[in-house]
């Protein structure tokens, strides 16, 4: 946590909606990620930023979109291509000084 | 592919004993290998880390014992306490990469 926060920390969504999950970081770090978890599966990279305007594709991207206009925010948007959203998502930044990612409070998202 | 295999899937280990995670790479190209420790409905949090220039890394109960010839590293909890029972994740990166590639987690149980 500390320095990132991520909003709501629960979010239930009707199957055809899309919604944004917002995250915030005051660390001053260019690197920013998204990540899925599902039990048993471990974290799975969704997008990362490595730089204002400009952001790339993880291993499931897909159902998923991004955006990162301020160094500060990196939402993550879900949308209704997505077939099983229903996943604990994470969002980190990266020192780059030490490699190190620190993780944020992480958003809780149910389909109803 | 999985890059990162982590074993074992659980762990019990009673208070006071060392608990031992394991987890093997493909990739030579990665130089670094954090574990993170995780708690229910929490974000990952920077456990301790490792570069391949060195074999063990030791902070406090946690040590890390890295062997590059095999492509393996494992962690080391010693003294165990109940406090510990989390979920255990190791990753590994390249220098300047993009993101952390996850195993798929230990969930350890430290009975009192």
């Known amino acids: 946590d500390g320095g990132i926060t991520q909003s709501p920390k629960y979010l239930f969504r009707k199957e055809g909606q899309n919604v944004t999950l917002s995250c915030e970081q005051n660390?001053?770090?260019?690197?920013m990620y998204w990540y899925r978890q599902d039990p048993g599966q471990g974290l799975r990279l969704i997008y990362y930023s490595q730089i204002v305007n400009d952001f790339q594709k993880g291993d499931i991207a897909e159902g998923y979109s991004v955006s990162r206009e301020k160094k500060e925010s990196f939402p993550l948007t879900v949308t209704s291509a997505q077939k099983n959203p229903t996943a604990f998502y994470l969002c980190a930044t990266r020192d780059r000084s030490t490699d190190t990612q620190y993780f944020g409070p992480g958003t809780r998202l149910t389909v109803l | 592919q999985q890059q990162v295999k982590q074993s074992p899937q659980s762990l019990i280990v009673q208070k006071g004993g060392i608990s031992i995670i394991n987890c093997a790479y493909e990739n030579t190209a990665f130089d670094y290998f954090p574990w993170y420790q995780q708690f229910p409905g929490k974000g990952p949090a920077l456990l301790i880390a490792?570069?391949?220039?060195?074999s063990e890394k030791k902070e406090g109960r946690f040590t890390i014992s890295f062997n590059k010839s095999a492509k393996q590293f494992s962690l080391h909890i010693m003294d165990s306490q109940p406090g510990d029972s989390a979920t255990y994740f190791c990753?590994?990166?390249?220098?300047?990469?993009?993101?952390?590639?996850f195993g798929k987690g230990t969930t350890l149980s430290v009975s009192s």
């Open positions: 490792i570069r391949p220039d060195v």
């Open positions: 990753a590994a990166s390249r220098q300047a990469g993009t993101a952390l590639i």
């Open positions: 660390l001053n770090h260019d690197a």
